[in-house]
């Protein structure tokens, strides 16, 4: 017979159970019996048998949180009273508090238990009451090194629910200033490499940021799943300071972050990371832009501006604007990067709004004519750098703010309003003075131009002003000097002469009249003599310097080559291509384009082959006609050139086809060529994928996914290349192939059954490649399964966007593996392809290629003898033979996903060595309903399915069925 203490204690855990109980009343109660015992061992021994029952139990069941929560409530209530009277250090307060260390005790000597649901619990409790206590709370040293060392060993465990409650049990345990502290190195490790989302979700909510930290918190904003990104965002928001931030890692956070796939994670950055970051800079925003550095990431700060718009009222934006003056203009002598960026970014925000916006947009921006004004007295003063000066660090960048200035006052003139002539007619006007200005940076063109060809809407109109820019660049006015000859001297000196001699003779004349007394006479030579002086000092005083007048002078020099081409190639991306090339951007190819492919200059090179490109797309008889010279390019230049002929062919093919290179080019073939055009090129392309230049193997990689998605190219070769590509770990650092590679991948295979076809024939090749590479190969590292995995998901048949009837490519691919298999059956690949075609997503309706299916599997499965090959061949084999066709699981969609070691979410953290470079998942499922990660899917009761609606009444009796209650089984107990 127990006694009545013992029957207490189990009352009140009965009555814990239930939700709406006082625990409060409970504690108080209970603590009021244990502190009336003068021998406590007794109390703390029913109490744990009390507490095994709850602890036993690993599903989240509402009455075991409950009593659980009440446990934690009653042990913590002996803490506070020590709290209360720390003072009084006497016995009695000693003794209270060791029912904590008591408790303590036991869960620490049942951490190591076999049943993960002991072990879950005694985390769990650990967690909350280590939570519960005081912030002054003092725990004995060796006791709580013992804690330490317990949960150091339960983060490792196999179960998510334990390392999640041991993580979260730590977190008071931790020592951000000693990098040495075992606990950061546990956060740190599961941060890393724990393949469950909710136990990293866990760390970041824990850790404490940093110098150590704050690195692997930053790189969680790029985690595989979408909860653990939103989390990292807000940890960075709320415990990071803007300061701690480098300015990489503030524009690498706010690009990723607004640009991310997942709204929820975007929301987070606009309604909290950057509020949070303001509010640190006491709210001033062109300090936040200072901090970002806008000259180098200016697209990145003017999407934080809009994020930022979109939250403010419109009083917010006029407080917070660029302080304009009177004029509607911010002071020359006071431009900064930050203001002009910030005052760009509103009138392009606000005139998105539309009529909406049209009266703030007259409160932001002048009249046409003043703003033109404006502008061209900036731009006058740009200065132009000097050879002497580029050296200068102080003058390069003064130079280089001024030019970031002025690009962002020629993206204002787009927001102006220049409907009406006379402003439209002055903006125009300074644009083209200004593209004419010999100090006009080059940076400053291509804006200027894009600018201009906004305004001027017809195509005619745009080719003859673009005509007449490039005329005055190439061909300027300049002041000519002519010299005199000297014949002309020669001349002059004669006639100087004769004057003189005609003197001379007056003279004598004049002087015999006036021997004569003819003085009317000597009066008129008297005057003859003056004018022949007057004459002859003229002449003399007549300067000999050369004669100057004005002519049309050519310029070939390289800056003024890469002006015009840049000119150029931005009208010819503004023309519609269905315009085809006129006289004018004809003559345009033949005097300037094709002389600078030419040029020693690469740069000029580069913008005139870029320019051909472009002039290519809107002629099939041009494109034809330089194809051969695009084709020398990509082999001979520089790599830079090589690239942007590269895109030009890209363009090319992707506009009128691979029959273009089946027309005969300019320079005649030789008959003895076996090997056509079309083949020669893309064997051309296929070698640059494995060119050592990291942009031209990019471009040709992009160019010829675009070619397979546009149906260009139909090839399976190809096609394993590039999947080959995508896995080599040498181009691991190169994110953009992976991306690309990794979108198309996805798109291509949804896009038809074709498609998947075409993917099944590239399988084997692909997999015979990586079997065959030698062991000195980057091959010989990626993980075959892997991309066998990635196979199966890309051909699954439920993953079409329009599913067919009928025979999956699966069907096919399944019957091409065993035939594999059947080539050899003693290969060590065989294991790979048994596992492949259990994954297959097989039509198990009765039919001829069921049965070709099932004779296959059945002859394999009679010569081979490994075990799991076996395993995995009855397993198909049954799947066929059952025949269920209306109760064949629907797989769940699959996509492709970014590189990260954190890929999978399996449960078992149990560490497998990986090759260096192996991308470690690539193909991800996503459930339409994300798993709980609380639950390890053990001893979880599971409810049958329902059909039809139900009932509030049906559904209610359905959940108390799943409840737990312990009363039944404490009463059994305690009565047996």
């Given at each position: 017979m127990?006694?009545?203490n013992?029957?207490?204690?189990?009352?009140?855990?009965?009555?814990?159970?239930?939700?709406h109980?006082?625990?409060?009343?409970?504690?108080?109660?209970?603590?009021?019996?244990?502190?009336?015992l003068?021998?406590?061992s007794e109390?703390?021994?029913?109490f744990?048998r009390c507490?095994?029952?709850?602890?036993i139990?690993?599903?989240?069941?509402?009455?075991?949180e409950?009593?659980?929560e009440?446990?934690?409530?009653f042990?913590?209530?002996?803490e506070?009273a020590?709290r209360?009277e720390e003072?009084?250090?006497d016995e009695?307060?000693?003794?209270?508090?060791s029912?904590?260390?008591?408790l303590?005790?036991f869960l620490l000597e049942?951490?190591t238990?076999?049943?993960h649901a002991v072990?879950?619990?005694?985390?769990?409790l650990?967690?909350m009451l280590?939570?519960?206590?005081?912030e002054n709370?003092q725990?004995?040293?060796e006791l709580?090194?013992r804690?330490h060392?317990?949960m150091?060993?339960?983060v490792?465990?196999?179960y998510?629910?334990?390392?999640?409650?041991a993580a979260?049990?730590m977190?008071r345990l931790q020592?951000?200033n000693?990098?040495h502290?075992?606990t950061i190195?546990?956060y740190?490790?599961?941060?890393?490499n724990?393949?469950?989302?909710?136990?990293r979700?866990?760390?970041?909510s824990?850790?404490a940021?940093s110098a150590?930290t704050?690195?692997?918190?930053?790189?969680?904003?790029r985690?595989?799943k979408?909860?653990v990104?939103k989390?990292?965002y807000?940890?960075?928001?709320e415990?990071?300071?803007?300061?701690?931030l480098?300015?990489?890692?503030r524009?690498?956070?706010?690009?990723?972050?607004?640009?991310d796939s997942?709204?929820?994670?975007k929301?987070?950055v606009?309604e909290?990371l950057?509020?949070?970051w303001?509010?640190?800079l006491d709210?001033?925003?062109?300090?936040l832009?200072?901090?970002?550095?806008v000259?180098?990431?200016a697209?990145?700060?003017?999407a934080?501006?809009?994020a930022?718009?979109?939250?403010?009222?419109?009083?917010?934006?006029?407080?917070?604007?660029?302080?304009?003056?009177?004029?509607?203009?911010i002071?020359v002598?006071?431009?900064?990067?930050?203001?002009?960026?910030?005052?760009r970014?509103?009138?392009?925000f606000?005139?998105?709004?539309?009529?909406?916006?049209?009266?703030?947009?007259d409160?932001?921006?002048?009249?046409?004519a003043?703003?033109?004004e404006y502008l061209?007295s900036?731009l006058k003063?740009?200065?132009?750098?000097e050879?002497d000066h580029r050296?200068?660090?102080t003058?390069l960048?003064?130079?280089?703010?001024?030019?970031?200035i002025g690009q962002?006052?020629v993206r204002?003139?787009?927001c102006?309003?220049?409907?009406?002539?006379?402003?439209?007619?002055?903006?125009?006007?300074?644009l083209q003075?200004?593209?004419l200005?010999p100090?006009?940076p080059l940076?400053?063109?291509?804006?200027?131009?894009?600018?201009?060809?906004?305004?001027?809407?017809d195509?005619q109109q745009?080719i003859?002003?673009?005509?007449?820019?490039i005329?005055d660049?190439?061909e300027p006015?300049?002041?000519v000097t002519?010299?005199?000859?000297?014949n002309?001297?020669r001349k002059?000196?004669v006639k100087?002469?004769?004057?003189k001699?005609?003197m001379m003779?007056?003279k004598?004349?004049m002087e015999?009249?006036v021997?004569?007394?003819?003085?009317?006479?000597a009066?008129?030579?008297?005057?003859?003599?003056?004018?022949l002086?007057?004459?002859?000092?003229?002449?003399?005083?007549?300067?000999e310097?050369?004669?100057?007048k004005e002519?049309r002078a050519?310029?070939?020099?390289?800056?003024?080559?890469?002006k015009?081409?840049?000119v150029?190639?931005?009208?010819l991306?503004q023309?519609?291509?269905?315009?085809?090339?006129?006289?004018?951007?004809s003559?345009?190819?033949?005097?300037?384009?094709?002389?600078?492919v030419?040029s020693?200059?690469?740069?000029?090179?580069?913008?005139?082959v870029?320019c051909l490109?472009t002039?290519?797309?809107h002629?099939?008889?041009?494109?034809n006609?330089?194809?051969?010279l695009?084709?020398?390019?990509?082999?001979?230049?520089?790599p830079?050139?090589?690239?942007?002929?590269?895109?030009a062919l890209i363009?090319?093919?992707?506009l009128n086809g691979?029959?273009?290179?089946q027309?005969k080019p300019?320079?005649?073939?030789?008959?003895?060529?076996?090997?056509?055009?079309?083949?020669n090129v893309?064997k051309?392309?296929?070698?640059?994928?494995?060119?050592?230049?990291?942009e031209?193997r990019?471009?040709?990689?992009?160019?010829?996914?675009k070619?397979?998605?546009?149906?260009?190219i139909?090839?399976?070769?190809l096609?394993?290349?590039l999947?080959?590509?995508?896995?080599?770990?040498?181009?691991?650092?190169d994110?953009?192939?992976?991306?690309c590679l990794?979108v198309f991948l996805?798109l291509?295979?949804r896009?038809?059954?074709?498609h998947q076809?075409?993917v099944?024939?590239s399988?084997l090749?692909t997999?015979?490649?990586?079997f065959?590479?030698p062991v000195?190969s980057?091959?010989s590292?990626?993980?075959?399964?892997n991309?066998?995995e990635?196979?199966t998901?890309?051909?699954r048949p439920?993953t079409?966007?329009?599913p067919v009837?009928g025979?999956?490519?699966?069907?096919s691919?399944?019957?091409r593996v065993?035939?594999?298999?059947l080539r050899?059956i003693?290969a060590?690949?065989?294991?790979?392809?048994?596992k492949t075609l259990?994954?297959?997503?097989?039509?198990?309706e009765?039919?001829s290629a069921n049965q070709?299916?099932q004779?296959l599997?059945?002859s394999?499965?009679?010569?081979v003898?490994?075990?799991?090959c076996?395993?995995?061949l009855?397993?198909?084999?049954?799947q066929?033979?059952?025949?269920?066709?209306?109760?064949?699981?629907?797989?769940?969609?699959?996509?492709?996903?970014?590189?990260?070691?954190?890929?999978?979410?399996?449960?078992?953290?149990?560490p497998?060595r990986?090759?260096?470079?192996?991308k470690k998942s690539s193909?991800?499922k996503?459930?339409?309903?994300?798993r709980?990660?609380d639950?390890?899917e053990?001893n979880?009761?599971?409810?049958?399915?329902?059909?039809?609606?139900?009932?509030?009444s049906s559904?209610?009796?359905v959940l108390d069925?799943?409840k737990?209650d312990l009363?039944?089984l404490?009463s059994?107990?305690a009565?047996?």
């Amino acid at each position: 017979m127990r006694s009545d203490n013992e029957l207490e204690i189990q009352e009140i855990f009965n009555r814990a159970q239930k939700a709406h109980s006082n625990k409060s009343k409970l504690v108080a109660s209970l603590k009021n019996r244990y502190e009336k015992l003068e021998e406590k061992s007794e109390f703390q021994l029913e109490f744990l048998r009390c507490l095994k029952y709850v602890m036993i139990v690993y599903s989240r069941e509402p009455a075991v949180e409950n009593v659980i929560e009440f446990v934690v409530k009653f042990t913590v209530s002996f803490e506070s009273a020590v709290r209360d009277e720390e003072e009084e250090e006497d016995e009695e307060e000693e003794n209270d508090a060791s029912f904590l260390n008591f408790l303590l005790n036991f869960l620490l000597e049942s951490h190591t238990a076999n049943s993960h649901a002991v072990r879950f619990r005694v985390c769990q409790l650990i967690n909350m009451l280590l939570g519960s206590l005081s912030e002054n709370a003092q725990i004995d040293d060796e006791l709580c090194e013992r804690i330490h060392e317990a949960m150091l060993v339960r983060v490792t465990d196999k179960y998510p629910n334990v390392r999640i409650q041991a993580a979260l049990a730590m977190a008071r345990l931790q020592d951000p200033n000693d990098p040495h502290c075992p606990t950061i190195k546990a956060y740190l490790l599961l941060l890393e490499n724990d393949s469950n989302t909710e136990v990293r979700r866990a760390v970041l909510s824990c850790i404490a940021p940093s110098a150590l930290t704050l690195p692997k918190i930053f790189r969680r904003t790029r985690d595989i799943k979408e909860k653990v990104r939103k989390l990292a965002y807000q940890v960075l928001a709320e415990k990071v300071h803007i300061r701690a931030l480098t300015i990489a890692q503030r524009v690498s956070l706010l690009q990723d972050g607004l640009n991310d796939s997942s709204d929820s994670v975007k929301t987070v950055v606009r309604e909290c990371l950057l509020p949070s970051w303001l509010r640190l800079l006491d709210n001033d925003v062109l300090q936040l832009l200072h901090r970002l550095d806008v000259e180098n990431c200016a697209d990145t700060a003017v999407a934080a501006l809009q994020a930022l718009f979109t939250m403010a009222t419109i009083p917010d934006i006029l407080q917070d604007g660029a302080k304009l003056d009177d004029r509607k203009l911010i002071p020359v002598e006071v431009l900064s990067c930050e203001n002009v960026l910030y005052w760009r970014a509103l009138c392009e925000f606000v005139k998105s709004k539309g009529d909406e916006g049209e009266d703030l947009l007259d409160k932001l921006l002048p009249e046409p004519a003043i703003f033109a004004e404006y502008l061209y007295s900036y731009l006058k003063g740009v200065p132009c750098l000097e050879e002497d000066h580029r050296a200068d660090l102080t003058q390069l960048e003064l130079v280089m703010t001024k030019e970031f200035i002025g690009q962002q006052l020629v993206r204002l003139v787009g927001c102006l309003d220049t409907s009406e002539e006379g402003g439209r007619k002055r903006v125009l006007s300074v644009l083209q003075e200004m593209l004419l200005l010999p100090n006009t940076p080059l940076s400053l063109i291509g804006g200027l131009v894009q600018t201009l060809m906004g305004i001027l809407r017809d195509d005619q109109q745009r080719i003859t002003v673009m005509a007449e820019i490039i005329s005055d660049l190439r061909e300027p006015i300049v002041p000519v000097t002519e010299t005199v000859d000297e014949n002309e001297k020669r001349k002059k000196q004669v006639k100087i002469a004769e004057l003189k001699v005609c003197m001379m003779e007056c003279k004598t004349e004049m002087e015999e009249c006036v021997k004569r007394e003819d003085f009317v006479r000597a009066a008129e030579l008297k005057e003859s003599i003056a004018r022949l002086e007057d004459q002859r000092i003229q002449l003399e005083l007549e300067p000999e310097s050369d004669h100057i007048k004005e002519q049309r002078a050519e310029k070939n020099d390289p800056e003024t080559l890469l002006k015009c081409l840049t000119v150029c190639a931005e009208v010819l991306k503004q023309m519609k291509i269905s315009r085809g090339i006129c006289p004018t951007i004809s003559g345009l190819i033949e005097s300037l384009i094709l002389p600078s492919v030419s040029s020693p200059s690469s740069a000029v090179r580069n913008m005139a082959v870029v320019c051909l490109g472009t002039a290519a797309l809107h002629s099939r008889d041009l494109a034809n006609t330089h194809l051969v010279l695009l084709l020398q390019i990509m082999q001979l230049d520089e790599p830079k050139i090589r690239v942007s002929a590269l895109k030009a062919l890209i363009d090319q093919l992707l506009l009128n086809g691979l029959g273009l290179l089946q027309e005969k080019p300019s320079e005649p073939r030789d008959p003895e060529d076996e090997e056509s055009p079309v083949q020669n090129v893309l064997k051309m392309l296929s070698d640059f994928l494995d060119s050592e230049v990291c942009e031209l193997r990019t471009e040709a990689a992009e160019g010829l996914a675009k070619l397979m998605h546009c149906d260009r190219i139909v090839s399976a070769k190809l096609l394993s290349r590039l999947i080959l590509l995508w896995y080599n770990p040498l181009t691991e650092e190169d994110q953009r192939l992976r991306h690309c590679l990794g979108v198309f991948l996805q798109l291509y295979s949804r896009e038809s059954r074709a498609h998947q076809q075409c993917v099944e024939e590239s399988f084997l090749m692909t997999m015979r490649t990586l079997f065959k590479a030698p062991v000195t190969s980057p091959l010989s590292e990626i993980d075959f399964s892997n991309v066998a995995e990635l196979y199966t998901e890309l051909t699954r048949p439920s993953t079409l966007t329009a599913p067919v009837q009928g025979l999956s490519v699966h069907d096919s691919l399944a019957v091409r593996v065993c035939n594999e298999i059947l080539r050899d059956i003693e290969a060590p690949e065989v294991r790979l392809y048994c596992k492949t075609l259990a994954n297959l997503e097989l039509n198990t309706e009765p039919g001829s290629a069921n049965q070709e299916l099932q004779e296959l599997l059945t002859s394999i499965l009679q010569k081979v003898k490994d075990k799991v090959c076996v395993r995995a061949l009855e397993k198909v084999l049954n799947q066929l033979k059952r025949n269920p066709p209306s109760t064949q699981s629907v797989p769940q969609e699959s996509v492709l996903t970014a590189v990260d070691e954190n890929g999978s979410d399996t449960e078992d953290l149990r560490p497998k060595r990986q090759k260096r470079g192996v991308k470690k998942s690539s193909v991800k499922k996503i459930d339409v309903k994300d798993r709980s990660d609380d639950s390890d899917e053990e001893n979880v009761p599971e409810v049958p399915p329902v059909c039809g609606r139900q009932t509030r009444s049906s559904k209610a009796a359905v959940l108390d069925k799943t409840k737990q209650d312990l009363s039944a089984l404490l009463s059994q107990e305690a009565t047996s």
